[in-house]
């Protein structure tokens, strides 16, 4: 493979334009284009060699992880949530099982160690976090409660994202009036005061807890859908893009295939974030009375039962669930606050 | 019958301003351009940033929607070709782009890459494609191992050879080669065109090579067309258009290029051209270089004058829009010491 020209054969040196070759090194006697070659050729191979052996240049995961781990707070927040998904988990297993639960006794069964008072026993080495008004076991129902709250965090958020990312997308890609129709939409989500939107979509749907996922699920897509809008304008004027399409790709294809994936390191955090949210929403609901419905425990409704024993002096009923609630939430903020450093480019240094 | 015919092209960007989004200026990208390309030819597009070669480039393979003008690839409109029409086009022309950085997905394996097409127009069965990307990559000098990687994995070299091997993946006929070369590394430079000049013949490739490197564009061209702010000011056969430049704009360019000599260096005239090149948004009037232009005349300034052929270089299909071309360096004008008459504008009707 040669770098002379053929069509001009001869050429003087003198030529301002001796051919393609010599502009890059210039040389009468030597043939330095081929050592220009060579020498490109052993540049490629030493990338090559790079790329093979091991150091390979370093992933968007790696390298996030390898910031991540600096970040002990959001390491903190990681072993919450890792806690809270087996424990969560658990009990999602355990609800299909013949018992139903998995916790020292069942969650709503009444009459343990019920004090003459009415007002529960305290903390014990048979009820470590004591009992409530009507004997029961606040371990057991603490417990139960937090496979509410997984639920709740994972098809809440997974609704939003389903809507989030598809009218995101869509929205951002062909602009003009559907990017307007689409955008006013979610403005309008997130104009109106959130709690009575859900209360509004529930009345709709009915009380029970599958309506709390749904309501809090429809209610968060605009957060989604917006936040990947912008990161689809920077994408979408990427050449891999307008590769695609010279290739004859379909504009689904495009978006789904091309654009989507690239624009998913903002949403990772927004997860995190949203599912914090979602639980926090829930105890929201069910404190005031919307949402799970008694027996049945979770955390938000311990919380509105309890709080007048609290008043009382009972403390132990209303404590250990507003822990559980409130370490899980700090969890994922603080994962997801450490996921949105993480992956700034703008604070790596 | 020529490949690719591009009649008048014209794009033209409106710029919007206020929130009512009025349309207050209108930014000629490309305006009114024409050429043709011969089936295993290569035609060069020279030009400086923002002349609207590349724009010209995607609007000829319909990636942006032209303002006006005609295209016909082998005999098909594809301005005006329907959507079914269109995929079938999609198959024969292809582009490489100049950034091998952005053109590739980060998310996507090369063998993804490279075999989109084939899954897109559903070409074989998929142990059938999987062997077709390992052929592809072989043929690009990259090798099958390399097909199971992610692009953030090769160098810009490497990373350029994956975009040729994705364009060539159907068997194309034409190849729109957006500046390829242009953002490598000098010492890859020389591998790459090596590369492309090898495929064309190869694949019996037609390409349209757009590059501001002029010495690029002379080694690997047939033709080339020297394209400012948004016309072509001049368009010849290679080595006619080197040898004897005719248009001014030409003339600069060529003087700007170095030459490997430092005593015919130092002896050389040198042709520097003042000001910068105008906004797009606001062209001059007449002439668009004419603010520029050492020769130019009080004529310069009332119209654009038409690509003509000069006469001069028979067989050449050389052409320039100039009233006022170079003499030849036998000190003949290419046709009369005349203003070049031909070139003057057709009078308007009615005008």
Redesign the interface.
């Given at each position: 493979?040669?770098?002379d020209?053929p069509?001009?054969p001869g050429r003087s040196?003198?030529?301002?334009?001796?051919?393609?070759?010599?502009?890059?090194v210039?040389?009468g006697a030597v043939d330095a284009?081929d050592a220009?070659?060579v020498?490109?050729?052993r540049?490629?191979r030493r990338?090559?060699e790079q790329?093979g052996d091991g150091k390979?240049?370093l992933?968007l995961w790696s390298d996030t992880w390898r910031r991540l781990k600096r970040n002990h707070l959001a390491l903190v927040g990681l072993g919450i949530i890792t806690v809270f998904m087996i424990v969560g988990m658990i009990q999602v297993v355990a609800w299909v099982t013949p018992k139903g639960y998995l916790a020292p006794y069942p969650p709503n069964a009444t009459n343990y160690d019920l004090s003459p008072e009415g007002r529960g026993s305290p903390p014990s080495w048979s009820h470590p976090f004591g009992t409530d008004y009507v004997g029961r076991d606040i371990l057991s129902r603490t417990l139960v409660a937090t496979r509410i709250s997984l639920l709740v965090g994972v098809i809440a958020v997974a609704i939003a994202l389903i809507i989030g990312l598809v009218l995101g997308p869509i929205s951002g890609y062909y602009g003009g009036w559907v990017d307007s129709v689409i955008m006013r939409l979610a403005d309008i989500f997130f104009a109106f005061p959130y709690i009575l939107f859900v209360l509004l979509i529930m009345v709709v749907l009915g009380p029970g807890f599958q309506n709390v996922f749904i309501a809090i699920g429809i209610l968060g897509w605009a957060t989604y859908a917006r936040l990947n809008r912008g990161s689809v304008l920077s994408v979408k004027a990427?050449?891999?893009v307008?590769?695609?399409?010279?290739?004859?790709?379909?504009d689904l294809?495009v978006i789904f295939?091309?654009v989507l994936?690239?624009t998913m390191a903002p949403i990772y955090v927004a997860i995190a974030m949203g599912i914090g949210g979602a639980i926090v929403t829930e105890a929201a609901l069910s404190y005031l009375g919307i949402g799970i419905q008694p027996p049945d425990a979770s955390w938000g409704k311990m919380i509105s039962d309890y709080l007048s024993y609290f008043w009382a002096g009972s403390w132990w009923m209303l404590t250990f669930p507003s822990i559980a609630l409130t370490v899980t939430v700090f969890g994922f903020i603080s994962f997801g606050n450490g996921l949105r450093d993480a992956t700034d480019p703008k604070l790596k240094e | 019958m020529s490949l690719l015919e591009v009649r008048d092209l014209t794009k033209h960007f409106p710029i919007k301003t206020g929130i009512l989004k009025r349309q207050t200026g209108t930014v000629y990208a490309v305006d009114g351009i024409s050429f043709s390309v011969d089936r295993g030819e290569t035609l060069g597009l020279v030009g400086e940033s923002g002349c609207g070669k590349s724009t010209a480039g995607r609007s000829i393979l319909r990636l942006i929607a032209a303002t006006g003008g005609e295209v016909s690839f082998d005999g098909v409109d594809v301005m005006r070709a329907s959507r079914s029409e269109m995929q079938k086009l999609r198959r024969d022309m292809q582009i490489i782009f100049q950034d091998p950085y952005a053109s590739l997905n980060p998310r996507m394996r090369v063998r993804d890459i490279v075999g989109e097409s084939l899954k897109i127009h559903r070409v074989g069965t998929p142990a059938e494609r999987r062997r077709h990307v390992f052929e592809l990559l072989e043929t690009v000098g990259l090798n099958a191992e390399h097909a199971e990687r992610y692009p953030h994995e090769f160098s810009g070299g490497q990373r350029q050879r994956i975009g040729i091997a994705r364009a060539l993946a159907l068997n194309p006929k034409l190849i729109i080669c957006d500046e390829p070369v242009s953002a490598l590394d000098v010492s890859i430079r020389a591998q790459v065109i090596n590369l492309l000049e090898d495929l064309q013949d190869e694949f019996d490739l037609t390409y349209v090579f757009i590059a501001h490197d002029l010495s690029v564009v002379k080694h690997i061209s047939d033709r080339v067309a020297v394209m400012y702010l948004g016309k072509i000011v001049e368009i010849s056969d290679s080595g006619v258009l080197y040898d004897r430049p005719q248009h001014p704009y030409t003339e600069a360019l060529l003087s700007a290029v170095p030459i490997p000599d430092p005593h015919t260096e130092r002896a050389r005239r040198r042709i520097i051209l003042e000001g910068d090149v105008p906004s797009p948004a606001a062209p001059p009037s007449g002439c668009v270089f004419h603010p520029r232009c050492p020769r130019a005349r009080p004529i310069c300034a009332e119209a654009m004058p038409r690509l003509v052929g000069t006469g001069g270089d028979a067989g050449a299909r050389h052409e320039v829009a100039c009233y006022f071309p170079a003499r030849f360096a036998d000190g003949r004008r290419s046709v009369a010491d005349e203003p070049f008459a031909d070139a003057r504008p057709a009078p308007r009707p009615g005008a």
């Open positions: 493979m040669s770098f020209d069509r001009a040196a003198h030529d301002p334009l001796d051919d393609g070759g010599n502009v890059i210039s040389s284009r220009a070659e020498a490109g050729e540049l490629e990338h090559e790329a390979r240049p992933t990427m050449e891999y307008e590769a695609a399409r010279a290739q004859g790709a379909s294809r295939r091309h994936p690239n | -």
